[in-house]
T-cell receptor
Framework: EAGVAQSPRYKIIEKRQSVAFWCNPI?????LYWYQQILGQGPKLLIQ????????DSQLPKDRFSAERLKGVDSTLKIQPAKLEDSAVYLC?????????????FGNGTRLTVT | AQSVTQPDIHITVSEGASLELRCNYS??????LFWYVQSPGQGLQLLLK??????LVQGIKGFEAEFKRSQSSFNLRKPSVHWSDAAEYFC?????????????FGKGTHLIIQP
């Protein structure tokens, strides 16, 4: 089966600019996650979707971050405006179910550098 | 809040030697426990997981982990490492059925294999 697809692989922007990341999950996976992985740390959940609804966005900095999954398939994560501390790898993951009984499949991530 | 501690930031092991990576968690109840591996530039791949039952779980690539409730630990082991095992290893926990903060990751252990 095809894995989780993410684009772009790399992005360099200046602070205060905006950026968007795209994720296409594995076909049939109802649950989609966005994680932020800062260098030297483990991934941190930003937002979890079940189909096109938000299940958990408690750790999403909503003043600058937004995410959508309008048709319950692919998803975009946007940062506007970006700050230096947003430099990280943004990982998308998907799973069949949202209760962690089924494994999470991760994409290769988008590495964002904010200068 | 749930937390995961991986005490070793780096571990160096000779090829063919045995390996043990430590993981301790802090949680009121027994959570679901996972080990993931991340190769450079790649997403995370699930090695194994523990939900309940037999406390010794087998995973892919010859890895195993043992859940010890009394020590709140879930250490990862491999009897003989290969050069291809060099990667970042993450322990992760989540409340059964999903909980606040979703899957919580440790900061990772970087495994270096010496020839």
């Amino acid at each position: 089966e095809a894995g989780v697809a993410q684009s772009p692989r790399y992005k360099i922007i200046e602070k205060r600019q905006s950026v968007a990341f795209w994720c296409n999950p594995i076909s049939g996976h109802a649950t989609l996650y966005w994680y932020q992985q800062i260098l030297g740390q483990g991934p941190k959940l930003l937002i979890q979707f079940q189909n096109n609804g938000v299940v958990d966005d408690s750790q999403l900095p909503k003043d600058r971050f937004s995410a959508e999954r309008l048709k319950g398939v692919d998803s975009t994560l946007k940062i506007q405006p970006a700050k230096l501390e947003d430099s990280a790898v943004y990982l998308c993951a998907s799973s069949l179910e949202g209760n962690y009984n089924s494994p999470l499949h991760f994409g290769n991530g988008t590495r964002l550098t904010v200068t | 809040a749930q937390s995961v501690t991986q005490p070793d930031i780096h571990i160096t092991v000779s090829e063919g030697a045995s390996l043990e990576l430590r993981c301790n968690y802090s949680y009121g109840a027994t959570p679901y426990l996972f080990w993931y591996v991340q190769s450079p530039g790649q997403g995370l791949q699930l090695l194994l997981k523990y939900f309940s039952g037999d406390t010794l779980v087998q995973g892919i690539k010859g890895f195993e982990a043992e859940f010890k409730r009394s020590q709140s630990s879930f250490n990862l082991r491999k009897p003989s490492v290969h050069w291809s095992d060099a990667a970042e290893y993450f322990c992760a926990v989540v409340l059964s059925g999903g909980g606040a903060d979703g899957l919580t990751f440790g900061k990772g252990t970087h495994l270096i294999i010496q020839p």
